[in-house]
Nanobody, 129 residues
């Protein structure tokens, strides 16, 4: 089973930046996806950004387009997924989760939570207005 560990969350003022990291172990999907989701209390978990590790297709939620950027370091035995978050807004406050799945083969990875098999424990991002 894929192991995921997030880091990089914290508190920041509106307009600031954070970079989240997700260290991934035992990623054995020959075709699959990695991504970031977020959740606030009382709301459903939502997809933020995803990466198809096979063909490089990306997905960004409309609310983060132009502000958040995915990248991946897959060299020298490392497998780390990053989420650079710029121009943060109060409404970006949430618990952010890293996830992986083998449910999608090509193109943009869907963000149906039930299709994502592997999850990290989450890292909290708090943006003060």
């Amino acid at each position: 089973q894929v192991q995921l560990q997030e880091s990089g969350g914290g508190s920041v003022q509106s307009g600031g930046s954070l970079r989240l990291s997700c260290t991934v172990s035992d990623y054995t999907y020959t075709t699959g996806c990695m991504g970031w989701f977020r959740q606030t209390p009382g709301k459903e978990r939502e997809g933020v950004a995803t990466l198809n590790t096979g063909d490089g297709s990306t997905y960004y939620a409309d609310s983060v387009k132009g502000r958040f950027t995915l990248s991946r370091d897959n060299d020298n035995g490392k497998n780390t997924l990053y989420l650079q978050m710029n121009t943060l807004k109060f409404e970006d406050t949430a618990m952010y989760y890293c996830a992986a799945t083998g449910a999608y083969s090509r193109g943009q990875c869907g963000v149906i939570v039930g299709n994502w098999r592997d999850w990290g424990q989450g890292t909290q991002v708090t943006v003060s207005s």
